[in-house]
């Protein structure tokens, strides 16, 4: 009798088995795995970061509390140190010798740090009104690449959906047409339409593709869900807020230069000094050295037109910076009604584009039905076939422009992509 020999894995064989099974279900779960679909703030928070504005907020932010930080200090500038040494006879150690130390502190002037300090907190206020304002303006352009996008997506998918049709019409007369029941000429038509639906696909990928590249370039590869509705933003509650970040970031321009010109109006000279100073000296070699004290304040004279200038120019930069608040804050209640208006008018003609695309997928049925039964002829299947498509690509761009004047309303009202 023979003897069956068996086989015997190692331990070591079975592990490195089960780890290279596990490995390639793992890759295998990554591959079949899509990227998550992009939503409007997730794009908007990625373009964001790569902007200049974000990457400097934080630099400028403390920049402007360096500044105001200083208008807490005792002296107007830094203490200066000052050192002195006075012979008559340079080289020799003969003769007379003078040492002096001594320091100088810059004054303030009159009402100069309070109003360096008010200075201050307008600055910082600036800086974080200019950064919303910045951010304003990104998502206008990004709510537009966005919704542009969404517009080629949707035409994409009805235009393969009407290949789809096209196709299974041209199969289902192909095989009459076989058995008799249909002309040529009946085929033919029905190619051609396959035809017309092919080059809608080529186009509407077209277009997809040159506004997907348009979009990658604010947040890199973008995916978007296929067949399904745009998210819409929450509809927002009326009315222009009194802290539009567009209106704001004028107002506090305007804010930082009053308080510029505030400023200027005090520093009509420069700051005066306290000099605090010590001296050691002697008359004559062999002398005993004597020890003295001075006091001594510096008073610069006026600034003369220089500083009535500098208080000039800050005064107009004011101006300048109120009357275009107020310009801005007009043209947006303006923009915010006409958005309003478009909402409101959307949103009517999505619901009847949906009434009348679930009437006309109803009427293809009915006539697709009839037309297999041999009821209806061939030109009214082609033509109900046609409306049917017409309304569904209607109801889409519905559904698009609804969300799309949502999202316009929201940028007309100074709120970021949600």
């Known amino acids: 009798m023979q003897r069956k020999r068996r086989t015997k894995h190692t331990p070591r064989l079975r592990m490195a088995a089960i780890a290279l099974a596990w490995a390639l279900a793992g890759s295998a779960a990554l591959a079949q795995s899509p990227p998550p679909p992009l939503t409007l703030k997730a794009l908007f928070d990625r373009a964001w ?15 402007a509390q360096a500044a105001r ?18 012979s008559d006879r340079p080289g020799s150690n003969q003769g007379s010798r003078e040492y002096e130390v001594g320091v100088a502190l810059p004054l303030w002037l009159p009402g100069e740090r309070a109003r360096k300090a008010a200075l201050g907190d307008a600055e910082i206020k600036a800086v974080e009104s200019r950064r919303l304002a910045a951010q304003l303006q990104l998502a206008a352009t990004v709510r537009e690449a966005w919704w542009a996008l969404q517009r080629a997506q949707a035409e994409l998918g009805l235009a ?11 199969a289902d007369v192909a095989r009459r047409f076989k058995a008799g029941d249909m002309s040529r000429a009946d085929q033919t038509q029905a190619d051609g339409a396959v035809a017309q639906a092919e080059a809608a696909v080529a186009e509407a ?14 947040g890199g590869n973008v995916v978007l869900a296929d067949g399904a509705d745009p998210e819409a933003e ?16 004028w107002q506090d321009q305007a804010a930082v230069a009053r308080r510029a010109a505030d400023l200027a109006a005090v520093q009509t000279r420069a700051n005066p000094e306290l000099t605090v100073a010590a001296t050691r000296g002697r008359e004559q070699a062999g002398d005993r050295y004597l020890q003295s004290f001075t006091v001594g304040v510096r008073v610069p004279l006026g600034g003369g037109d220089r500083a009535r200038a500098k208080e000039t120019a800050a005064r107009a930069d004011a101006l300048d910076a109120e009357v275009r608040a107020r310009a801005e804050q007009d043209r947006l209640a303006a923009d915010v009604a006409a958005a309003a208006a478009r909402v409101k008018a959307t949103q009517a003609q999505r619901e009847a584009m949906a009434r ?5 997928r109803d009427t293809r049925d009915f006539i697709d039905k009839a037309f ?6 061939w030109p009214t299947r082609l033509r109900v ?28 009202l100074g709120l970021l992509p949600q």
Not at 234 to 249: K, N, Q, S, Y
Not at 372 to 377: I, Q
């Open 385 to 412: 076939e046609l409306e049917a498509v017409q309304a569904e690509r209607q109801w889409a761009r519905a559904r698009i422009d609804a969300a799309a004047a949502v999202s316009t309303l929201r940028q007309a």
């Open 234 to 249: 929450a509809l927002p509650a009326p009315g222009l807020p009194a802290d539009h970040p567009a209106v704001a970031d």
């Open 372 to 377: 297999r039964l041999g009821e209806a002829d």
């Open 49 to 63: 970061e790569r902007q200049p504005e974000a990457q400097s907020a934080a630099l400028r932010r403390e920049s």
């Open 205 to 218: 990928m077209g277009a997809r593709d040159v506004a997907q590249a348009a979009l990658a370039a604010w």
């Open 356 to 360: 009348h695309a679930a009437l006309a």
């Open 69 to 86: 930080s200083g208008a807490d200090t005792w002296t107007a500038e830094p203490a200066a140190l000052e050192l002195s040494r006075k």
């Open 160 to 170: 393969q959906d009407r290949l789809q049709n096209a196709q299974r019409l041209a």
